[in-house]
């Protein structure tokens, strides 16, 4: 079973930039990049994230070229508090088992077709559709 969260973050992203939209963030970001996240392996989003983290430090351009990204990734991680939030019961009810980490726990929830409503569609608000 792969994991959901970075596939739920790697789409996330999909929706905000096209190849050519990467492209340019690379181009406007190449500084910043090697600055900030030179250890950071490329993939899922990972840069992204590593610029994300450094918002307040980003050259002007970079800043320009990632802020769709970081209302995005605000915006997803509002959503994943929210999840959190409203699903604690169905979590320990139905994931209690699952180990923490590389989206084992939303992978479980997203299996599982006895979650409340609630939660179902808090998945749906991060971009994972629940079992039916």
Known sequence: MKPALPAAVVISFGLMYSPVGAQNLYESCAYDISYHCAEVKPGDGRIASCLYTHTATLTDACYAATD????????????????????????????????????????????????????SASLSSVGLTPAE
């Open 68 to 119: 769709g990204v970081s209302r995005l990734m605000e915006t997803f991680f509002d959503r994943l508090g929210t999840l959190k939030e409203v699903c604690t019961q169905d979590v320990a009810t139905h994931c209690a088992s699952e180990e923490i980490g590389d989206g084992r726990i939303l992978q479980c929830l997203s299996d599982t077709k006895a979650i409340s409503k609630n939660c």
